[in-house]
């Protein structure tokens, strides 16, 4: 398997090479923000392992007839689309005056009624909290794809398994059981089976279980 640096470089230098827009280019060559790298180093290769359908310094129109940049924009096929951009804290927080916050408020609603899934990450929660920020990039993926799981479990179990990616928090085997509509009973053993396999982690009971979650790696 890849390492980061080494894919990281091919995917930079395959996309340059394949993009016929001088101005996206332009920006490619530049290389991209310490922001947008350490997202990629430190929550996105970690749990995704490669940098499919992921594109850098995506050109976007605006109602000006102007352009935009997004950080990433993730698009698996040519029907959905989802950007991430990373916001410093220092140009997007501590220092962002009345016309700057207008700009990106506009940028949202742009982006949104566009029917772009838009998922802005605070550099500080990459740094301090790069974890929970791979729980919600398995999340926001799951809002497209159904992603890799391992090829010996059972249908019921990848299912159980994507279920626990798409959501932010614990689930009970209840929730389990309505989404698959199959037993209580048989949802807990699903999940006792894939806890045993390390790929699910109880978050809330001791004597009992009662709530899972998913295991980040």
Not at 49 to 70: A, I, Q, S
Not at 91 to 96: F, G, P, V
């Amino acid at each position: 398997m890849l390492r980061f640096d080494q894919a990281y470089e091919e995917w930079m230098q395959r996309t340059i090479t394949q993009e016929p827009n001088h101005r996206r280019r332009e920006l490619l060559n530049k290389g991209l923000g310490h922001g947008t790298l350490e997202f990629l180093r430190s929550v996105w290769f970690p749990v995704i392992r490669n940098f499919d359908h992921l594109y850098p310094e995506w050109e976007v129109r605006d109602f000006n007839n102007g352009y935009r940049y997004l950080d990433l924009a993730f698009m698996p096929d040519g029907n959905v689309k989802g950007g991430i951009e990373i916001q410093g804290y220092g140009s997007h927080a501590r220092d962002l005056d009345v016309r700057r916050f207008k700009d990106l408020c506009w940028r949202h609603c742009l982006l949104a009624l566009d029917d772009w899934i838009f998922l802005p990450i605070a550099y500080p929660s990459i740094t301090d909290e790069p974890k929970r920020c791979q729980q919600l990039v398995l999340s926001f993926i799951g809002k497209f794809m159904a992603t890799d799981v391992p090829k010996h479990l059972t249908w019921l179990e990848a299912e159980a398994i994507r279920y626990a990616r798409r959501l932010l928090r614990p689930f009970a085997a209840a929730e389990l059981a309505t989404h698959l509509r199959i037993t209580a009973q048989h949802a807990r053993r699903i999940l006792h089976k894939l806890v045993e396999l390390q790929l699910l982690i109880v978050t809330g009971g001791k004597q009992r279980y009662r709530s899972y979650g998913l295991r980040i790696q």
